[in-house]
């Protein structure tokens, strides 16, 4: 087969403007802007999905690419600072009801040790204190109320994330694409048109008629458009290993801007989770069940009642989500980004980390200029393998809980399909084996590394029921003091860096 070289495309039309088709223009228009013809179409009769305000501390490279500063987003989308989240209610052992997963820094390396030291006596049968909140400063940033931005001091960075109003984050990316020469068309695409050989010959919009471009970009969301429905590309479900199928969202007010913690809470309720992620303008609430167990009017009242919401008039969205991945998110001339690629639901927020990994790493491959099949199938399996490596993190969550309340939590734990890599995980833990073995030996594959895995088995508490005593545990009191110390020393509050970037 003759090899053909990948180049920048001369044009490229984005169809949909959710928040991924504007990070993908905003992207595409950095990287090609000077000689590639970038317009987007979004429909008029279809709207976004507008859910999406956490992210992982991966989004911050996105904005500093960009040249953007805090101040200048971050205002426009009454965005916080996330350091973390806290997940209450996944285990029923006693003394382990609520665990935290940290983002990192440098400042936890010690504490951190001491807190892997500990994991591994207590698998043995032996007495030491295994919480992650313990270990991490990330943790007292959160109990303290502080901003996850060090003072300029010190010579590392600090991971964080952000909270953000998902809308709100389009329409500032929009403004950004269109004064960068975006070309912006308002109208619904009625069909896609395609070649013999397979690919996307052009779009059929409603008042636009046709247009066509070199590369098109689905980010179409939950429907994929072109990717699923014009050139079939296979979806391969995750609803074996993951139940959760519709969501329900409901803003609730603010809170007082010195009561904003810097954390998304993601507690279980009876056939699910709700996040509660805090703004400086409300707080999104909402939450994420399985209608095969639970009817949308219970988890709505559900979750009213967890708000204190129930006779108030505020307004439930109702959503049905699809859980999976296609298998070739570049495929023929059209790349998939966003919903239309692929969701895993969003316990551990990661969608638009996966958007972000897709365009960059699809535009250093283009850039390279190598031979376009063994391109595309090498990209196709990173992204593939990013994806999966994502998906056994959040099963994970699943699998572990100790939930006896429902059918649902009993079925989340039994019935469902882990990975060979995850069940190996949970196995050698279980088994007081040599867990930095099975770390090592999966590098390659897991997404989410060494401290994460740590703090998920031993903040649901998996452990041997009795322990011995025994004097080779870590002094926890010390890591907590370092912990503490490190907070106030080098962090400011929360409130007032928020008053900064708000000012
Ligand atoms: P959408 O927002 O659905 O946009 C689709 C676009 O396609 C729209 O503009 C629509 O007009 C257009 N379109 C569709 N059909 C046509 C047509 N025929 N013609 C023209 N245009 C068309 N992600 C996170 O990172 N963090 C989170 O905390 C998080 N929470 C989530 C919670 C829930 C319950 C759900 C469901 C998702 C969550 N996500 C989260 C995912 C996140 O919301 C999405 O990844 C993100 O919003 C991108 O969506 P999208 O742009 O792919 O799709």
Same mark, same amino acid.
């Given at each position: 087969m003759m090899s053909i070289k990948l180049e920048q495309p001369k044009s490229i039309l984005i169809v949909g403007g959710g928040t991924a088709g504007w990070m993908a223009a905003t992207s595409f228009l950095a990287a090609w802007g000077e000689n590639t013809q970038i317009t987007l179409i979004e429909s008029d009769d279809i709207g976004i999905?507008?859910?999406?305000?956490g992210s992982t501390p991966y989004l911050k490279q996105y904005f500093s690419n960009l040249n953007i500063e805090e101040k200048e987003w971050m205002a426009a989308c009454d965005a916080t600072y996330k350091a973390g989240i806290t997940f209450p209610r996944w285990s029923t052992i006693k003394g382990y009801e609520s665990y935290f997963h940290p983002f990192f820094s440098q400042f936890d390396l010690k504490p951190a040790e001491m807190f892997f030291h500990n994991s591994g006596l207590r698998r043995r049968g032996y007495q030491a204190d295994v919480h992650p909140e313990n270990y991490f400063v990330s943790s007292q940033l959160v109990q303290q109320k502080l901003a996850p931005i060090p003072d300029s001091s010190i010579p590392f960075d600090v991971d964080y994330g952000y909270h953000f109003d998902s809308g709100k984050l389009g329409h500032f990316l929009k403004t950004r694409a269109k004064n960068l020469g975006l070309k912006h068309v308002v109208d619904h695409v009625q069909s896609i048109v395609t070649t013999a050989h397979g690919e996307v010959d052009h779009i059929v919009s409603r008042n636009s008629g046709i247009l066509n471009a070199d590369l098109y970009i689905d980010?179409?969301?939950?429907?994929?458009?072109?990717? &699923?429905?014009?050139?079939?590309?296979p979806f391969q479900s995750f609803n074996k290993s993951l139940f959760n199928n519709a969501a329900i969202a409901i803003p609730s007010p603010a809170l007082a801007p010195d009561a904003i913690a810097p954390h998304t809470v993601s507690t279980a309720l009876s056939n699910g989770w709700a996040w509660e992620i805090p703004l400086t303008s409300r707080v999104g609430n909402g939450y994420v069940y399985s209608n095969d167990f639970q009817s949308a009017d219970n988890a709505e009242l559900e979750l009213r009642q967890k708000l204190n919401l129930? &006779?108030?008039?505020v307004e439930a969205r109702h959503l049905k989500m699809k859980v999976g991945r296609v298998e070739h998110h570049w495929y023929k001339n059209c790349l998939g980004v966003g919903l239309s690629q692929g969701f895993i639901e969003p316990l551990e927020a990661t969608a638009l980390m996966l958007i972000q990994f897709t365009l960059e790493k699809f535009i250093k491959r283009v850039n390279s200029g190598a031979d376009t099949l063994n391109e595309q199938q090498h990209y196709n399996q990173e992204i593939n393998a990013t994806f999966d490596g994502v998906k056994d993190y959040i099963v994970a969550h699943y699998k572990l809980n100790t939930r006896t309340d429902s059918q649902y939590w009993h079925a989340c734990r039994e019935d469902i399909i882990i990975s060979n890599t995850l069940a190996e995980l949970i196995e050698t833990w279980d088994n007081g084996e040599d867990f930095e073995r099975v770390l090592t030996k999966y590098k390659q594959e897991l997404v989410y590394l060494r401290p994460s895995w740590y703090c998920i088995l031993s903040g649901m508490g998996r452990f041997p029921g009795s322990a011995k005593t025994n004097n080779q545990a870590g002094p926890t009191q010390q890591a907590i003091a370092y912990c503490e110390k490190m907070a106030k020393q080098y962090f400011v509050s929360h409130h007032s860096q928020l008053s900064t970037i708000h000012a």
């Open positions: 999905i507008g859910v999406g305000e980010c179409t969301g939950f429907s994929s458009l072109i990717l &699923d429905k014009a050139l079939k590309v129930v &006779d108030a008039d």
